[in-house]
């Protein structure tokens, strides 16, 4: 296993080119199941999701070739409808094939993807949704057994509950689904807007784009013809180097970005006392002389992202007061906080509330275990300012979804390496 080691309190500044999002790519590249026609698609980020993605489409019959971060896929020859375990449980968001599987072939098998470190993670909204529109779901030996034979009807779909995954499986479902679907209380992440105008592109009549109720006019299992395509920025890759400039005190700047999708993160960097100037396509952070606490709650886009949070933490241990943070979207995303407590800081917990008592300077390099993304990438920016030494294991999660961190970092002047264990 690798591991990351990071000398702290090196001076880092210059430029960052942020990569395409990871979660932008992912229903896309489950997208494709419903193309006729080969695509290419640009600012692909090279992470292991993806390409565990890709794996999953090879393994069911699709071709697809990758030069950097262009990758030509075509699924025309699709036979096989199960995804497996082996799989499934290396990735999650594999859950994204079971829409686009069911409305094209009328059946499919997906392996029933378990918790993870962050929570529970159900996937009963996406079930509900995809019963709703006339398929028989039963789970069976661990797997998703979806049927729908005659193909899946057009419906009225009224999440529960905001879901990122189950509105782009039941998007993606409703595409070939005879007649009018309509999608209440969908999610609005800009992920969410790139996925609808990729297939309003390939020709589905889809309304509403960007807001919470979305209508779709489906095909009857009419394939899509979709044009190429660039996966967006990522925001959340954004963030991260936003926060490492923060907690270093640098002036970065961050190109291939797009700074409206970053909105509640940049107010509550403004909020903590930094400046940050916006171009078009890029963002720049200063220093500051001191760090405001701040109060966060995590909410559904266009509130503050869930995705962020762990980052804001590492953050906020270096601000000049207390912050107190209210996780709302998953039950167990503190992972980073026992760690980032044997780096010296002082956070309290209290279910879903952590009490961050900030004080700058007082981080110190220590082994620290990464427990899923975005708490990796938490430790990745508490140790840029931690005096000595920090090793950070596990680094497989922060492979999954950081393009190039530690050259990205190692540009920027930061003294990182990747060793074996
Ligand atoms: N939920 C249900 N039932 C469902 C689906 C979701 O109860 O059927 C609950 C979840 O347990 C959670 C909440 O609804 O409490 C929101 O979950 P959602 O479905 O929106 O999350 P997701 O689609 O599984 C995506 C991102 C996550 C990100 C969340 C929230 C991808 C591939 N993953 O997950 O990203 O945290 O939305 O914004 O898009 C990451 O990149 O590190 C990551 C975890």
Partial sequence: MKYLKIIGQEKISGEVKISGAKNAALPLI????????????????????TNTFFKLLNNLGSTSKREKNTVTINTFDIKETKA???????????????GPLLARFGHCEVSLPG???????????????????GASIEIKNGYIEAKCEKGLQGANIVFDKVTVGGTENTIMAAALAKGKSK????????????????????????????????????????????????????????????????????????????????????????EMNFKITKDKNSLTIYPTSFIKPANIITSEYPGFPTDMQAQFMALATQAQGTSVFDERLFENRYMHVSELVRMGADIHLNGNIASIHGKPGTLSATDVMATDLRASSALVLA???????????RIYHLD???EDLEGKLKLLGANVSRHNE
């Fill in 400 to 402: 999954r979804g950081y």
């Fill in 84 to 98: 497996t375990y082996d799989i499934v449980k290396t990735m999650r968001a594999s859950i994204l094939v079971l």
């Fill in 183 to 270: 999608i209440i209380n969908a999610a609005k992440e800009p992920e969410i807007v790139q996925l609808c105008e990729v297939l309003k592109d390939a020709g589905l009549e889809i309304k509403g784009i960007g807001s919470s109720e979305l209508t779709i006019i489906g095909t009857n299992k009419e394939l899509l013809n979709f044009k190429d395509f660039d996966i967006i920025p990522d925001r959340i890759e954004a963030g991260t180097y936003l926060c490492a400039g923060a907690i270093a005190n640098a002036k970065l700047t961050l190109t291939n970005v797009i700074p409206k999708h970053l909105s509640a993160v940049l107010a509550k960097l403004e």
């Fill in 30 to 49: 489950a997208a494709t199941i419903l193309a006729k026609n080969t695509i290419k698609i640009g600012n692909m980020p090279d992470v292991v999701d």
């Fill in 383 to 393: 140790a840029l300012v931690a005096k000595g030494e920090t090793n950070i294991h």
């Fill in 115 to 133: 918790g993870c470190a962050i929570g529970q993670r159900p996937v009963d909204l996406h079930l509900k949704a995809l019963e709703a529109m």
